[in-house]
């Protein structure tokens, strides 16, 4: 499908910053929420709150994602 959009999200969380891929997933940093995003459909699946936002772009290693937030808070998850 070269050349295609196959999908599009408009966000009302602030502007994104460039986000992170998992295998199943988008991590989109807003100034006000972590995104999560299916990476098939863009469909927002999650919102993970921070009272500060998300600048940072998130980094995705050996299963795990590691968001730093604008409040000095490092998130750490574990997505498979």
């Known amino acids: 499908l070269e050349g295609t959009v196959e999908w599009a999200l408009e966000l009302s969380t602030g502007t994104p910053r460039k986000p992170a891929a998992s295998q199943k997933y988008l991590w989109i940093p807003t100034g ?3 995104l999560v995003c299916d990476r098939h459909t ?3 699946i ?4 921070d009272e500060h936002g998300f600048s ?5 290693a050996w299963g795990d994602l590691y968001a730093p937030a604008d409040s000095g808070v490092l998130y750490g998850l574990h997505i498979y």
């Open 46 to 49: 999650a919102r993970i709150h």
């Open 32 to 34: 006000e929420a972590l």
């Open 42 to 44: 863009g469909r927002v």
């Open 56 to 60: 940072a772009t998130p980094e995705v």
